[in-house]
């Protein structure tokens, strides 16, 4: 069974860090791994996907690795802004079963 | 594409009344998923659709709970009767599967649900 493990839970940082958000997962057959922003009240929306096949996706201050073999992704956040504080979310898409697993999320709130 | 629509958005009923949740995914993606959000829990995937049939609703938590997919653009997803302890937003997502695995899950904004 698939299971997907975030941490920290929660952070607070201060304006301009660089920080780094940790996701692990059980099984590494995957066809896919998804990093997702949630704020409060709203819905879930899609920053990075990362393909079995790849390493690393970027998409301007955001960076998410993909390690299969350790069942490890990372979403690195870069000069962080206090609009990047919200839960983010990591969710994997098992090869195995079709299911798309999210893990509990770590809410970051970043302080001006 | 308006994205993924759910209706409604809020939804306030009384314990044992029936509650029905509409879904009507992106046009051409052919796997839908609906998600129960709760502080307690965090998303946990309730069932899942591939080509408009049901694939796993092991997540479903009981009889009381109950979805359907009768074509492409349209699933439910039913509580009958609903209790005070399903109240949640229920998130309906969809996207198009295949081997290549790059496509991207799409969230519709959720269903608020409050059971009194």
């Known amino acids: 069974k698939q299971e997907v493990t975030q941490i920290p839970a929660a952070l607070s940082v201060p304006e301009g860090e660089n920080l780094v958000l940790n996701c692990s997962f059980t099984?590494?057959?995957?066809?896919?791994l998804q990093w997702f922003r949630q704020d409060p009240g709203k819905g879930l929306t899609s920053l990075l996907l990362i393909q079995s096949s790849q390493r690393e996706q970027t998409s301007g201050r955001l960076n998410a690795s993909l390690d299969k073999s350790s069942g490890r992704s990372t979403l690195y956040i870069a000069a962080s802004q206090p609009g990047d504080s919200a839960t983010y979310l990591c969710?994997?898409?098992?090869?195995?079963?079709?299911?798309?697993?999210f893990g509990q999320g770590t809410t970051l709130q970043v302080k001006p | 594409d308006a994205g993924v629509i759910q209706s409604p958005r809020h939804e306030v009923t009384e314990m044992g009344q029936e509650v029905t949740l509409r879904c009507k995914p992106i046009s051409g993606h052919n796997s839908l998923f609906w998600y129960r959000q709760t502080m307690m829990r965090g998303l946990e995937l309730l069932i899942y659709?591939?080509?408009?049939?049901?694939?796993?609703d092991s997540g479903m938590p009981e009889d009381r709970f109950s979805a359907k997919m009768p074509n492409a653009s349209f699933s439910t997803l039913k509580i009958q009767p609903s209790e005070p302890r399903d109240s949640a937003v229920y998130f309906c997502a969809s996207f198009l599967a295949g081997l290549s695995g790059a496509n991207v899950l799409t969230f519709g904004a959720g269903s608020r649900l409050t059971v009194l």
């Open positions: 969710a994997v898409y098992s090869s195995n079963t079709g299911k798309l697993i």
């Open positions: 659709f591939n080509n408009n049939v049901p694939i796993d």
């Open positions: 099984d590494s057959a995957i066809y896919n």
